[in-house]
């Protein structure tokens, strides 16, 4: 018995360790000098990083490469203890929920189509009718209820980025990934889809990877903020704990908010 | 119908960041009447303006037949009357066999450049082979090799079939390598970080991102199907509706030649029609 016990508790206690995203000496270079890194980065699992960084830093390199998108990069990139494959093997193993700048929805499809298309890859063993309830629950919790049947091109930016966030959160993934998803957007409907995005996580945590070049949002929406600098050297992780468990509401106003922002923003002109 | 859309896009623009599920499904149901009302008035001037197009002609065909008096063009009342004394079965079995050799032909020429065109526009290095070949071979007058084909395949079917295929397999080829390459790599991302397979990318991306180049070039082979038909036509059959204008034409029934020229002509406004349909409902993100 106590042996078993033994065995059990390190998996257990390990299991959050377990599921960390681990970058090693990730570096990517093609060929003109490296786009980014070499990086070290040790993010344990159920938790939103914001990724901060002026352009060039290599912000949505990182997001590429946790993606799986990247034919090949140097160092090591780990989910849960598996790689993440330089191509195609990233999704056999861990689902990845993308929602990329452009909102990466396929014009051909209506909006449920395209989270019916995404879960018809990412969960194949679940029935039909159960995908098609999902699609529709995260439809409905975004606030799309009725536009189901639309083209995205008779959608709006705000719309068409929630589309693109319900199928993220539907294929319920292991890592979920955003590529400055609010930057076309204007202020109300951007933060409107924050307070959206915070409200999701929290009914569904994942690994969330949040890339974005506006402080005030990383602020507010990560747990640990990850700062970039574009000169090679190593990121600084930033804890934000304080501001994370604020009420909503109470965040943008909040002292704590102010000053981590000017923290951060010192912290970004002296690492240049 | 241009109208009906943008009003529904702009509405729909201004309502829905509320994230109200109520007054957007209340705006998709307001703004979905008009532009339905939009597209039957459309479709009735369309087939208005294609009525008159088609009356003009007629009534100038009338007035040149009148005023030339000749044998070799009577009047549209006259070939109209030789059009219906036609034996029904006589032409439905002239249509059937140049319609399956034309299927037939479309068919094939798809098949072989859909295949080399997708491989063309998806692997570089497949278009860096095939390309001077294409290049090479794309400006041949391939008509000019109907003896060829001929000679190698014989007077039946399989020279008709390949001699329509030949010549609308490279602008197939083109335009789907185009359409493919048109397709913005990024679209790819999300399935591909889904651990989507080929055959998914294909069916779900890749295909119907370049339906509407492959629709555009049926639309224009299905006219150059057509010529090459005819010409095919011309020897070693006794069906099809090249040989029955030709025959027309040799026994100098002149009325029964421009009888079977209109039944062509009517045969072909069809499948384009039929295209257009196609298009409709498959291109319907567009609109």
């Known amino acids: 018995m106590e042996k078993e016990a033994a065995i059990l508790t390190p998996s257990v206690a390990g299991k959050s360790e377990d599921q960390a995203l681990v970058a090693r000496a990730l570096t990517v270079d093609y060929g003109e000098g490296p786009v980014l890194g070499p990086l070290d980065l040790h993010l344990p699992a159920q938790g939103i990083y914001t990724v901060l960084g002026p352009s060039g830093s290599g912000k949505s390199t990182l997001l590429k490469a946790a993606a799986g998108l990247l034919p090949g990069f140097g160092g090591s990139l780990i989910y849960g203890g598996r790689p993440i494959g330089s191509g195609k093997a990233a999704g056999a193993e861990i689902r990845v929920g993308l929602v990329p700048q452009n909102y990466g929805l396929l014009p051909w499809q209506t909006a449920i189509a395209n989270i019916r298309t995404a879960l018809k890859i990412a969960r194949p063993d679940e029935d039909r009718a159960r995908r098609e309830a999902t699609a529709l629950r995260w439809l409905e919790l975004m606030g799309l209820s009725g536009l189901e049947g639309r083209y995205p091109r008779a959608l709006s930016g705000g719309q068409q980025q929630r589309v693109a966030i319900a199928r993220a959160f539907a294929i319920r993934p292991d890592l979920l990934l955003l590529d400055e998803p609010f930057s076309a957007l204007d202020a109300v409907t951007r933060e409107g889809l924050q307070r959206l995005l915070l409200e999701s996580w929290r009914q569904q945590p994942s690994t969330m990877l949040f890339v974005t070049h506006d402080v005030e949002e990383a602020v507010l929406l990560g747990r640990k903020i990850v700062i970039l600098t574009s000169s090679a050297g190593h990121p600084v992780l930033i804890d934000n704990e304080s501001v994370f468990f604020l009420a909503d509401e109470d965040k943008r106003d909040h002292e704590t908010f102010y000053e981590q922002t000017r923290h951060i923003r010192r912290i970004m002109r002296e690492g240049r | ?287």
């Open chain 2, 1 to 287: 119908m241009k109208s009906g859309n943008n009003t529904e896009k702009s509405r729909a623009g201004n309502n829905g960041e509320k994230s109200n599920p109520e007054s957007d499904s209340a705006t998709s149901r307001a703004t979905s009447r008009p532009s339905r009302n939009n597209r039957i008035s459309g479709f009735g001037t369309m087939l208005l303006r294609l009525l008159s197009v088609f009356v003009v002609l007629h009534v100038l065909w009338g007035l040149i037949a009148a005023l030339l008096k000749r044998d070799m063009l009577p009047s549209p009342l006259v070939v109209y009357r030789a059009l219906f004394k036609l034996d029904g079965g006589d032409m439905l079995l002239n249509i059937g066999t140049s319609m399956g050799r034309v299927f037939a032909g479309i068919a094939l020429a798809l098949i072989v450049g859909l295949l080399l065109g997708l491989l063309m526009g998806r692997s570089p290095r497949w278009n860096r082979l095939l390309d001077p070949v294409v290049y090479l071979t794309y400006p041949i007058p391939k008509i000019a090799l109907l003896p060829v084909a001929m000679l190698f395949l014989g007077l039946g079917e399989a020279s008709k079939i390949v001699m329509i295929a030949l010549i609308l397999v490279f602008q197939v080829i083109i335009s789907v390598r185009d359409g493919v390459k048109a397709i913005p790599a990024n679209t790819y991302d999300v399935l591909t970080s889904l651990g989507a397979g080929r055959m998914a990318k294909f069916t779900q991306i890749t295909l119907p991102g370049a339906l509407s180049s492959i629709l555009s070039t049926i639309r224009i082979s299905l006219g150059t199907a057509f010529s090459v038909l005819f010409f095919t036509e011309i020897y070693g059959t006794e069906h099809g509706m090249g040989y029955f204008i030709m025959d027309a034409w040799l026994r100098l029934d002149y009325p029964g030649m421009y009888a079977g020229i209109l039944l062509f002509s009517g045969v072909g406004f069809l499948l384009f029609v039929l295209v257009d349909l196609f298009e409709h409902r498959f291109m319907k993100w567009r609109a």
